[in-house]
């Protein structure tokens, strides 16, 4: 393989390095690299006159700006993409023979797009939605793409359906309203009438859907999929995503709230992160079942609204992702960039999984219609880090210049290249898995327990998790307009717990359901938010401060950040604000731009001579952050405020009484998140 190149960490950025141009300082010219003369005033006959045709700087300048949009994708429309590496922990050698996958140690260069589903390009960050985590693995075998979301199953079990669904979950046909919400009749419509959506249901209704972060959701490739080793031997394989700051969630009255006062919350989050050099880590982890062991489980494991619970089948961590370089272009990366779960390498197969099949096909034939042709691949964020030789010729855009008179297979002008692989030189080679049976449209009878995973997903939460999805259900049907859909609704939802789909009929004031429930009482620790990782590493706390205030918060700031904690200065206005030991401390954010829902914790250290207005600024603040359960503390100066509101010694509320070990107590709160029980 002597056309094949060592892959590093770098290699992908290497590449990118080719392609980057920076115009700074530089001679404005035209595309065809003509020196400018004058860009304000368009070629007039005369000072008052008409333009003139000729004017060719002119009709390139709009030119090109009345075609810099190119349509956004039909889903997962607004992303948002990192630059990073993975480091194998382990080698999957026994399992699989794909090349990334074998020594310890080795890097593969990464790029990774986290997405909304439903919302439009431009829609709000923070929309109760499913999350795509797709990761491209630069390998030297080829390009590696695993198209992942952030919930392990999903709505739909064949892929002929995904019309269906995404349309009715978009905003609806006659009034294109809502944006980005699955909260109206028709999604709840589609829901109720295929009930296949159950299991999803439950991961969409519950906290997962609103994550605090892009870094802190777990990533899921949803299908089962295969490695092939070196053998030819096959093992069923589903992958995982494991944040290492834990998985972390926003409440609903919260993540509306943020979708106005910062649309960008997600990817702001994810950029500044990066700047930081707070790089966002992911684990890799594998389930492997034995292809003997497929049909020892009470669900089909080719069924994608099925999980394989981690209690049965262990999650393997083998690898890390490591986030480490912002995007240079948005447009140039994120929008550019092509995923497709066909995009494979040797090692790694399908499985028959009805969703993952159809999903083959549509990948490619969307950016067909997206990017504008053919060439795709070669656009810089897609080119794989090996080269590519084939006989494929042409299209739009195409970039590469193809050598010689042959473009054709088999030929002897050129020696019959490029020729194909063997197996030993790493040619793909599709698993050969023997197949037999009628064209049938129909359904495996193996598929059709709908509701046996969602009682599981039930089972496993706590109870506020469980406050969180009735709340969820009843708000989503709360804005259908429907009665007969919310009924329906519901009706579906007492074969998942009789209980919750009662108390949320009341809600409604729709007919309580009187039979359902199951007798399952099964369930996975692994599934319930409440036994994740807790680490107050960057966490955002506000520190609402005025001047006098005391020298503890000088301190107490210090002790604090070295946790690892970010701190942001909110005042009356911008500048400096003046300590009692005439120690100054610069606000970076005022009342007005600092609003409580951007942060993870409040800290109140107050000031000697407050006046009214910024006693109530920070009463409003503080009780708005202690309604959305998070962390409080407070100075000395502070515990005024906390004694007003009445929340002194409430779960998670601080107060500076207790300065010797108050920085401990209060990073660990902010670890924790959020204080339920209140
Ligand atoms: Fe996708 N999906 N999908 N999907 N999907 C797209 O491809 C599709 C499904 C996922 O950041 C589209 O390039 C079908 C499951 C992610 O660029 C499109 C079906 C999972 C992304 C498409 C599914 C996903 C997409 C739109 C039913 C989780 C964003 C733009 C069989 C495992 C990738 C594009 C990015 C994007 C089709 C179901 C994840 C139209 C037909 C299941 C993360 O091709």
């Known amino acids: 393989m002597s056309d094949k190149r060592k892959v590093d960490g770098n290699s992908k950025n290497e590449q990118l390095e080719k392609f980057r141009v920076d115009d700074q300082d530089k001679k404005m010219t035209t595309n065809q690299g003509l020196r400018i003369s004058e860009d304000e005033f368009s070629l007039k006959a005369g000072e008052r006159g008409p333009t003139l045709m000729e004017d060719f700087h002119f009709r390139e300048k709009i030119t090109h700006f009345d075609h810099e949009r190119i349509p956004e994708r039909v889903v997962h429309a607004r992303g948002y993409s990192a630059h990073g590496e993975f480091e194998l922990y382990e080698s999957m050698k026994e399992y699989t023979r794909a090349k990334f996958l074998q020594e310890p140690g080795s890097k593969t260069p990464v790029f990774v797009r986290f997405s909304t ?200 961590i083998i690898g890390k992702m490591t986030l480490n370089r912002n995007v240079d272009n948005v447009f140039a990366e994120n929008e550019q960039v092509a995923f497709h779960p066909g995009h494979i390498v040797p090692g790694i197969d399908f499985t028959n999984d009805p969703l993952l099949q159809g999903r083959l096909f549509s990948y490619t034939d969307t950016q067909l219609i997206r990017l504008g042709g053919p060439n795709f691949h070669e656009l810089p964020i897609n080119r794989s880090v090996c080269p590519f030789h084939n006989n494929q010729r042409g299209g739009y855009g195409r970039q590469t210049i193809n050598k010689g008179q042959v473009s054709y297979h088999n030929n002897s002008l050129a020696n019959n290249t490029p020729s194909v692989s063997s197996e030993e030189e790493g040619g793909y080679v599709h698993y050969q898995e023997k197949v037999e049976g009628r ?117 107490t700031l210090k002790g604090l950040e070295e946790k690892g904690i970010h701190i942001e200065i909110v005042s009356k206005k911008l500048g400096d604000v003046k300590g009692k030991n005439h120690r100054t401390i610069k606000a970076n954010q005022t009342f007005a731009t600092g609003d409580p829902v951007l942060f993870d914790a409040v800290y109140i250290a107050g000031g000697d001579n407050t006046d009214k207005d910024f006693d109530e600024k920070v009463s409003y603040f503080v009780k708005e952050a202690y309604s959305h359960f998070k962390p409080i503390g407070a100075s000395s100066d502070g515990n005024r405020y906390l004694e007003a509101i009445n929340i002194e010694g409430k779960a998670g509320v601080l107060s500076g009484n207790i300065p010797s070990n108050f920085v401990e107590s209060f990073s660990e709160a902010i670890g924790l998140h959020r204080f339920w029980d209140r």
């Open 117 to 316: 589903v439903a919302g439009s390009k431009g829609s709000g960050e923070l929309a109760r939605d499913v999350r795509g985590f797709a990761t491209k693995f630069y390998t030297e075998e080829g390009n590696y793409d695993l198209v992942g979301n952030n919930m392990p199953v999903f709505f739909i079990q064949d892929a002929i359906k995904f019309p269906d669904l995404i349309h009715a979950v978009k905003p609806e046909q006659h009034n294109e309203i809502p944006q980005a919400a699955s909260a109206h009749d028709t999604f709840w419509d589609f829901v109720a009438n295929n009930q296949e959506t159950a299991h999803m249901i439950m991961w969409h209704m519950s906290d997962r859907a609103i994550p605090r972060s892009f870094r802190m959701m777990e990533g899921f490739g949803v299908h089962t999929f295969r490695f092939v080793n070196e053998e030819g031997k096959g093992y069923f394989v589903k992958f995982h995503w494991k944040p290492k700051l834990g998985v972390h969630s926003v409440v609903w009255d919260e993540a509306q709230k943020i979708n106005g006062k910062n649309p960008d919350f997600h990817r702001a989050d994810l950029y500044e992160s990066i700047d930081n050099g707070d790089y966002p880590e992911f684990e890799l982890g594998v389930q492997i079942i034995d292809e003997t062991d497929e049909n020892m489980f009470n669900f089909d494991i080719l069924d994608p609204t099925k999980i394989w619970p981690e209690e049965d089948v262990p999650v393997r």
């Open 439 to 555: 064209k049938i449209r129909a359904r495996s009878d193996s598929f059709k327990d709908h509701f046996s995973q969602a009682v599981l997903f039930w089972n496993s939460m706590s109870d506020a998790e469980r406050d969180h999805i009735i709340s969820a259900f009843s708000f989503e049907l709360g804005m259908c307009k429907s009665q007969s859909v919310q009924q329906q609704a519901v009706n579906m939802f007492a074969n998942v717990n009789l209980e919750m789909a009662q108390e949320i009929a009341a809600n409604l004031g729709v007919t309580l359901p009187e039979s359902g429930g199951s007798n399952i009482t099964k369930c996975s620790p692994a599934l319930s938010q409440e036994n994740t990782v807790n680490l107050p590493d960057t966490r955002k706390l506000a520190v609402l401060i005025d001047d006098g205030f005391s020298d503890e918060v000088d301190k």
